[in-house]
């Protein structure tokens, strides 16, 4: 019960925290972005704003933290 709870909120909350770096990997890796990591992070909030950051994140979420 608890521990499920528990294991399912700190999964979705590390998910949430990382989420930019993911963000950015994907981006590199699926729309081949040049440069460096930073770049493509800021390349990403002059487009969409900060909440770009965390595209698809809920979705990542409703995927992952079941298995948790």
Same mark, same amino acid.
């Given at each position: @019960?608890?521990?499920? +709870? &528990? $294991? /399912?909120?700190? $999964?979705?909350?590390?998910? %949430?925290?990382? &989420?930019?770096?993911?963000? +950015?990997?994907?981006?590199?890796?699926?729309?081949?972005? #040049? $440069? /460096?990591?930073? #770049? *493509? @992070?800021? #390349?990403? *909030? $002059?487009?969409?704003? +900060?909440?770009?950051?965390?595209? @698809?994140? =809920? *979705?990542? =979420?409703?995927? %992952? *933290?079941?298995?948790?």
């Amino acid at each position: @019960g608890r521990r499920l +709870v &528990a $294991g /399912a909120l700190a $999964g979705g909350l590390t998910r %949430t925290l990382l &989420a930019p770096l993911e963000r +950015v990997k994907l981006e590199m890796q699926l729309n081949r972005a #040049s $440069g /460096a990591p930073l #770049s *493509v @992070g800021r #390349s990403i *909030v $002059g487009a969409e704003g +900060v909440l770009g950051l965390w595209r @698809g994140n =809920l *979705v990542n =979420l409703f995927r %992952t *933290v079941p298995f948790r």
